[in-house]
């Protein structure tokens, strides 16, 4: 498959540098925010990462409430 986008740090970031990275695209190539979207999805999918998700910075556990502190 050919690739027509240029990574960010001038090379195709291993699986584990994917997730990390918010973003593997060099920036200066795109017009748009939305365009560079399209294209991280894109991306992502080529190396065979899951995108990111909205929620991805919340926690997923529950926070406990104090002792003192009523339910």
Avoid at 15 to 22: F, H
Wanted: glycine share 2%; charged share 35%.
């Amino acid at each position: 498959m050919d690739w027509k986008y240029r990574w960010k740090n001038g090379y195709r970031p291993s699986r584990d540098e994917a997730v990390k990275n918010p973003h593997l695209l060099d920036e200066s190539q795109f017009e748009n925010d939305h365009d560079r979207k399209l294209a991280e999805e894109t991306a992502r999918k080529h190396l065979g990462v899951p995108a990111p998700t909205l929620d991805e910075e919340k926690s997923i556990l529950p926070h406990a409430a104090w002792p003192n502190e009523s339910v």
